[in-house]
């Protein structure tokens, strides 16, 4: 583990007294480099009635030479503050280097006589595809053997920031479809390989969103969901060696850009399973039946989720109709009418996650207070036992053969493993061990519960040093996410390590807007219930301060995506609760999302709200973190990361953001702007590059809280 040097030199130690004190500890208040100045052009807009200031409108051209001199101007302020290469950088990158970059194997998929998978080795930039004779009883993927390269992403850019994945493989295991990502955005590209020539197929998908790819049994051709931002999704089939222009579209005319669509197929093609999702809030389950062309919307007028899987030849589903915590049900392809389902397993006092059918028994995994637990039912949902978790655990379970599974757990302390299950005795055999090279016994986690600002109780997280006191004194960074019906669960986080490594606490929170506890608390913090999340969140930090296990002085915080919208409302909500924050890859302007139709991601209007409505705009602007920015407060110190190559989170909002927050801070802390020209919200990042970003994202934290002196 490594340690802050106890040696600096004067000199780099006054730079970084100078960014770092806290008011009231040998200084004033911190005094960050003067920030870049950026150009003022107001526009108003009216919406609703109301006048809407904007200030850097002008920054969302990212095309225009003045905004990428503008991004330049901002890489080199953020390196000022950063300041110079120094042992605890140092340190703090090596530490990620060994917590990161471990082997990463893809799920392997077969195909013929062939098995495929993706592999990135230790030392190595990106995953590359491989395959391998497939036989019975194959052992895991080893990142330790050799096997044979089909597509190697190095070829087609050298810098390790353009990723491939494999969509489908052919009956025959000899056409390969293929994604390729230039980059960080959602769409990519697809192609056919040829593995027994090595060369692509004329058939060429262009740069789109896609989704449900598979070749046709015959393997003569492609079915494909292309989604259109403006046009919404459509399932289309591409025969081979035809123009595109010849494809058909089997489903999908009328669905909005608001909605999802995802397709599989049952009984050997005899029925095929479209799902159509309202966004996240709720979704139809449709069925053809391929014989007579019959198309039956099975869900018809039910506002539920419903997650199918073929079971033995029968359709069944984990819902939260009738059921918030969830239940399953049994549909008859031949009968499936409402009045004839058949319900499996009933809802319970946990959180229904997942199931899977194994030996011949329903393995269902369950939350209860955020972690997983697995309990075991015949298959008419008779109580059969429970399959032991470890405690504070994420966990998933599938089949592995007779009388066999395999069992894959993390935790905040414990990097991923993977065990098969002996199901008769229950003996365990460690099937695919960590390669993390991490100390789980010298940290323990504790749940506590907090009270939000409405009296909602919700459990928090805290992840120490064993035997560490607890103190007003020590760094904490708090992290959360709350939305989109997300469990973020316990699991194994390299920087989370690091920070504990450090002295610190690390601590997540459970968020209304997850599905830790079942569809009602996703409904609590999704679209008019979305303040909530924020209250939430604000109320866990409050929880902390008060219980004296840190001080606003000492607490920094940290989100991604719709974490970095919770980011935006934190520090612009209670700015004097936090001393710093990464906001990464964030959504801050909810009051223009609506119009962000090149880079966005429509279904997810249905779980913020949509401001172009005017019954729904004025809740928006109230949490809409850009507009809520004001002059002459003491924010905190605030990293924002994001990529020009973010097509789901438009990146103009985290460049308008810094701007306004830089001109608008009074308190001294840096406000920085991390933006790369490569990566985006799907990745474009080598495994360098992540580290690198983890590195500088970790070190401006822990210089901000004072856990490096």
Same mark, same amino acid.
């Given at each position: 583990m490594? &340690?802050?040097p106890?040696?600096?030199?004067?000199?780099?130690?006054?730079?970084?007294?100078?960014?770092?004190?806290?008011?009231?500890?040998?200084?004033?208040?911190?005094?960050?480099?003067?920030?870049?100045t950026?150009?003022?052009?107001?526009v108003?807009?009216?919406?609703?009635?109301?006048?809407?200031?904007?200030?850097?409108r $002008?920054?969302?051209?990212?095309d225009?030479?003045?905004?990428?001199? $503008?991004?330049?101007?901002?890489?080199a302020?953020?390196?000022?503050?950063?300041?110079?290469?120094?042992?605890?950088?140092?340190g703090?990158?090596e530490?990620?280097r060994?917590?990161?970059?471990?082997?990463?194997?893809?799920?392997?998929?077969?195909?013929?006589? $062939?098995?495929?998978?993706t592999?990135?080795?230790?030392?190595?930039?990106?995953?590359?595809?491989?395959?391998?004779?497939?036989?019975?009883?194959?052992?895991?993927?080893?990142?330790?053997?050799?096997?044979a390269?089909?597509?190697?992403?190095?070829?087609?850019?050298?810098?390790?920031?353009?990723?491939?994945?494999?969509?489908?493989?052919?009956?025959?295991g000899?056409?390969?479809?293929?994604?390729?990502?230039?980059?960080?955005?959602?769409?990519?590209?697809?192609?056919?390989r040829?593995?027994?020539?090595?060369?692509?197929l004329?058939?060429?998908?262009?740069?789109?969103?896609?989704?449900s790819?598979?070749?046709?049994?015959?393997?003569?051709?492609?079915?494909?969901?292309?989604?259109?931002r403006?046009?919404?999704?459509?399932?289309?089939?591409?025969?081979?060696?035809?123009?595109?222009?010849?494809d058909?579209?089997?489903?999908?005319?009328?669905?909005?850009?608001?909605?999802?669509?995802?397709?599989?197929?049952?009984?050997d093609g005899?029925?095929?399973?479209?799902?159509?999702?309202?966004?996240?809030?709720?979704?139809?389950?449709?069925?053809?039946?391929?014989?007579?062309?019959?198309?039956?919307?099975?869900?018809?007028g039910?506002?539920?989720h419903?997650?199918p899987?073929?079971?033995?030849?029968?359709?069944?589903?984990?819902?939260?109709?009738?059921?918030?915590?969830?239940?399953?049900?049994?549909?008859?392809?031949?009968?499936?009418?409402?009045?004839?389902w058949?319900?499996?397993?009933?809802?319970?006092?946990?959180?229904?996650?997942?199931?899977a &059918?194994?030996?011949?028994?329903?393995?269902?995994?369950?939350?209860?207070?955020?972690?997983?637990?697995?309990?075991v039912?015949?298959?008419?949902?008779?109580?059969?036992?429970?399959?032991?978790?470890?405690?504070?655990?994420?966990?998933?379970?599938?089949?592995?053969?007779?009388g066999?599974?395999?069992?894959?757990?993390?935790?905040?302390?414990?990097?991923?493993?993977?065990?098969?299950?002996?199901?008769?005795?229950?003996?365990?055999?460690?099937?695919?061990?960590?390669?993390?090279?991490?100390?789980t016994?010298?940290?323990?986690?504790q749940?506590?519960?907090?009270?939000?600002?409405?009296?909602?109780?919700?459990p928090?997280?805290?992840?120490?040093?064993?035997?560490?006191e607890?103190?007003?004194?020590?760094?904490?960074?708090l992290?959360?996410?709350?939305?989109?019906?997300?469990?973020?669960?316990p699991?194994?986080d390299?920087?989370a390590?690091l $920070?504990?490594?450090?002295?610190?606490?690390y601590?997540?929170?459970?968020?209304r807007g @997850?599905?830790? =506890?079942?569809?009602e608390?996703?409904?609590?913090?999704?679209?008019?219930?979305?303040?909530?999340?924020?209250?939430?969140f604000?109320s866990?930090?409050?929880?902390?301060?008060?219980?004296?296990f840190?001080?606003?002085?000492?607490?920094?915080?940290?989100?991604?995506?719709? @974490?970095?919208?919770?980011?935006?409302?934190?520090?612009?909500?209670?700015?004097?609760?936090?001393r710093?924050?990464f906001?990464?890859?964030p959504?801050?302007?909810?009051?223009?999302?609506?119009?962000?139709?090149?880079?966005?991601?429509?279904?997810?209007?249905?779980?913020?709200?949509?401001?172009?409505?005017?019954?729904? =705009?004025?809740a928006?602007?109230?949490?809409?973190?850009?507009?809520?920015?004001?002059?002459?407060?003491?924010?905190?110190?605030?990293?924002?990361?994001?990529?020009?190559n973010?097509?789901?989170?438009?990146?103009?909002?985290?460049?308008?953001?810094?701007?306004?927050?830089?001109?608008?801070?009074?308190?001294?802390?840096?406000?920085?702007?991390i933006?790369?020209?490569?990566?985006g919200?799907?990745?474009?990042?080598?495994?360098? @590059?992540?580290?690198?970003?983890?590195?500088?994202?970790?070190? =401006?934290l822990?210089?901000?809280?004072?856990?490096?002196p």
């Amino acid at each position: 583990m490594t &340690m802050p040097p106890r040696h600096r030199s004067p000199r780099l130690r006054a730079a970084l007294l100078a960014i770092a004190c806290v008011s009231g500890a040998g200084c004033s208040r911190a005094i960050a480099p003067t920030a870049p100045t950026t150009r003022l052009s107001i526009v108003v807009d009216t919406i609703h009635g109301v006048a809407v200031e904007d200030r850097y409108r $002008w920054l969302e051209n990212q095309d225009a030479p003045e905004v990428r001199t $503008w991004i330049a101007e901002q890489r080199a302020y953020a390196e000022q503050v950063l300041g110079p290469a120094n042992n605890d950088r140092s340190g703090i990158r090596e530490r990620l280097r060994e917590l990161m970059d471990v082997p990463a194997v893809g799920t392997p998929r077969r195909g013929g006589e $062939w098995e495929y998978f993706t592999l990135r080795r230790t030392g190595e930039e990106v995953a590359a595809i491989y395959r391998r004779r497939w036989q019975q009883a194959l052992p895991p993927v080893s990142p330790d053997s050799p096997y044979a390269l089909v597509i190697n992403p190095l070829a087609i850019r050298d810098d390790g920031t353009t990723s491939v994945a494999i969509e489908s493989i052919s009956p025959d295991g000899q056409l390969l479809l293929y994604s390729i990502r230039d980059g960080g955005p959602d769409e990519v590209t697809l192609k056919v390989r040829d593995v027994r020539t090595g060369s692509d197929l004329p058939d060429s998908l262009p740069n789109a969103l896609y989704a449900s790819l598979s070749f046709a049994p015959d393997g003569k051709g492609i079915y494909y969901v292309h989604r259109s931002r403006t046009n919404g999704p459509r399932y289309r089939y591409h025969p081979l060696g035809t123009p595109l222009t010849a494809d058909s579209t089997l489903y999908g005319d009328g669905l909005p850009p608001t909605h999802f669509l995802g397709v599989s197929t049952a009984l050997d093609g005899r029925y095929r399973i479209y799902t159509i999702s309202h966004g996240w809030a709720r979704n139809e389950v449709v069925l053809l039946d391929a014989k007579s062309g019959a198309l039956t919307d099975i869900t018809r007028g039910l506002d539920a989720h419903f997650a199918p899987q073929v079971v033995d030849g029968t359709l069944w589903m984990r819902t939260d109709h009738r059921a918030p915590r969830g239940r399953i049900v049994a549909v008859d392809f031949a009968n499936p009418a409402q009045s004839a389902w058949r319900e499996v397993i009933p809802e319970g006092k946990d959180v229904l996650d997942a199931f899977a &059918m194994i030996d011949g028994k329903v393995y269902v995994t369950y939350l209860r207070n955020a972690s997983h637990r697995i309990a075991v039912f015949t298959r008419d949902g008779v109580p059969a036992g429970e399959l032991p978790v470890p405690p504070n655990a994420t966990a998933s379970i599938r089949g592995a053969g007779p009388g066999a599974a395999e069992l894959t757990v993390t935790s905040f302390t414990q990097p991923s493993v993977t065990y098969r299950v002996d199901l008769a005795t229950g003996r365990r055999t460690v099937l695919e061990p960590s390669r993390v090279p991490f100390d789980t016994a010298g940290l323990e986690v504790q749940q506590h519960w907090y009270t939000s600002k409405d009296g909602t109780r919700a459990p928090l997280w805290i992840v120490k040093r064993r035997g560490s006191e607890r103190s007003a004194d020590t760094p904490a960074l708090l992290h959360g996410y709350g939305g989109f019906g997300v469990n973020l669960g316990p699991r194994f986080d390299p920087r989370a390590a690091l $920070w504990v490594e450090w002295g610190g606490i690390y601590v997540q929170a459970t968020l209304r807007g @997850g599905n830790e =506890f079942g569809e009602e608390w996703h409904k609590g913090g999704m679209l008019g219930n979305k303040q909530n999340v924020f209250d939430d969140f604000n109320s866990a930090a409050q929880f902390l301060v008060d219980s004296r296990f840190t001080s606003p002085s000492r607490l920094a915080i940290r989100g991604v995506s719709n @974490g970095g919208l919770l980011m935006g409302a934190a520090i612009t909500q209670r700015p004097d609760l936090y001393r710093a924050a990464f906001v990464g890859v964030p959504d801050l302007d909810l009051v223009r999302f609506p119009r962000f139709v090149t880079n966005n991601n429509m279904p997810a209007l249905l779980e913020y709200g949509d401001a172009s409505k005017g019954a729904e =705009f004025d809740a928006i602007r109230k949490l809409s973190p850009y507009e809520n920015v004001r002059d002459g407060v003491r924010y905190p110190a605030v990293m924002v990361q994001t990529g020009l190559n973010d097509t789901r989170v438009p990146p103009w909002q985290a460049r308008r953001f810094t701007a306004r927050l830089q001109n608008a801070t009074a308190s001294g802390l840096p406000v920085i702007l991390i933006h790369d020209l490569r990566s985006g919200h799907a990745g474009g990042r080598s495994m360098s @590059g992540s580290v690198e970003i983890a590195t500088q994202e970790m070190e =401006f934290l822990l210089r901000m809280v004072r856990a490096i002196p």
